[in-house]
């Protein structure tokens, strides 16, 4: 127990990033509200970036910018997680905003953003 | 990392002066392809009329069609497969394509059957599509097939992840082309499940990336192969496999996960529908495969029991979509839930674990791709022709309106139950005899086959009696002949027939780019 209470202390940004993983999959899936699906999804992606900084960061060196032509590895922390972070922001960013563009549609349509309901409005249409 | 940087450097400098004259030319066509088709899409708003906006995306698809007919020419006489670096960063560092014969076989059936489903579904799409976003339409369109080529030639798995996102976005935008409150909702469905899918495979990406420190497929590969070989991270590369491979299943509606298909493909506009459910799905796959074959090794898929869920689920799927296609009454639904069975086929193929079982999941790609896209633009004919009804009791008869239509839509249906000489039954021939070759499976895969094919009949042959049954619905007043779909719909045909009379030399060149994956 305390071995393993070590283990979740040391590695404590990627252990918060998986359980807001989880937690943001799991409301991406369950939720009935589209304002909070967007949410999610937004909480969802950030753990992985959050996971990435984590993995990206080594103690005490500073951020990956050349000053003072010191070009030794051993004074930044990995660049290409940072990288990788900035790529799927904005994948995130363009993906949250066609989703809002989708529920602000159907809130012009059927004024409201519960999906169950938009769904039963739907099918009585329908018929 | 900084000496790193600096030895990249002192390389990249030497790439640039030998590249020069270096490179054969033919290797820019990769890249080129993707290049041109994201520009169409950039210029394509420029465009007010819908006409225009088709023209240019039917020029492009068809120009770079005939580029990757080039490049395929070249690379199987040579049998080369090559990596093309991005901006000239050498390899640990760079971005990276790699093309061989059956990534350029692919680009071209692609290109190909984009075009001809852009151009046989171009009445409806004029007549679904308000005049103003029509060119948006054939932007994402044009943005679509982009994406599709780079997921086929990509070679870093992050880009892949990028390409994974743009396509899920154009695919959403496609489906909502129609822009009525239906397609909203059906284009939501499909949004979440794909946000499910790519943030799982987002986290694998990740995890990858943090076990071995590369991107790249190829040092990927090397990485781990040295993690396997010395016995380390071996529940975190499985816990890895296995989300590439639910975040990949998820997108390309593989058997538990295929409830948003059929509302997405069943609504769209028929240009769409016939994309979607030929093309769209497929890249994903073939991404997967590229994975498990270059990253992680078929030896090592199959020791983590991956192959095993992939056989599984691809027998469900078949019976299940079949299944369900059976009780379908709207006829677009209804294929929909046929392509549902058609992926379970590839992930069958895939999941026997063998050489010749991947070759046929792949030809069934190909024929797939040609296939599908065959029933949704005649079915979308045919829909027209008998005044925009859908479901399969009011279409009675309309084959008597426009027979090609209905020759067409039956000779798509015919080759999906896997009549002799037509494509579909080279792809259960060359199923069942790779399965012969895996003993403990091969009576499971038989037994599906046989049972697929019958449920398969048992659903296509009702819609093609029925829609050359006379009835009262048939319209009195005869349609104006369409010259759009006729010249798409035929070609269509005469690759379902190809397929299925030309398969030597098709499985051939797939068999060859495959043995240069491994």
Redesign the interface.
Known sequence: MKEFLQTVIAYRYETAAMIL?GI??IN??LQKN?LR?VMA?NV??SS?FL??AA?GYIEGRIA?IIVNN???????I????SG?VL??IV?SV??SA??LA??L??YK??HTIE?DE??TL?KK??E | MGAALSTGSALLFSEVSSAGGMLPWYQNIPFASIFLLMIAGIIMPLFRKGKRGFCLAMGVSLLVAALSAILLVKLSINGERFTYMMGHYPAPWGNEIAAGPLEALLALMFSLVEALSLLGGRKDAASDILEPKQSLFYLMMCELQAAMLALTYTNDIFTAYVFIEISTLAACSIVMARDTAKTIVATIRYLVISLLGSGLFLIGVVMLYCITGHLLIPQLGEKIAGLVATGTYTEPLTIVAGLLFIGVAIKCALFPFYAWLPFAHGGATTSSSAVLSGLVLKGYIILLVKLFYEVFTIELIRSLKVTNIMFVFGIAGMLVGSWRAIGEEHIKRMLAYSSVAQIGYVFMGIGLGTNLGVAAAFYQILVHAVTKPLLFISAGRLIRVQGHEKSLYRLRGSARNDPLAGVLFTLGALSMVGIPLLAGFVVKFSLASASLLNPNRMWIALIALAVSTVLNALYYVPAVIAVWTPSGFMQRKKQPPDWMFGVSGAVLGALVVFLGLGCIGVIGVIQNGLSLWL
């Open positions: 993983f943001g999959f991406l899936l589209l699906k999804f969802m992606d992985v996971f990435l993995q990956p010191d070009f030794s590895a051993t004074t930044y990995n660049p290409i997680p990788l790529t799927g994948v363009s993906v066609f989703f989708l529920i549609r159907l349509k059927y999906f938009i769904m739907a249409e329908a």
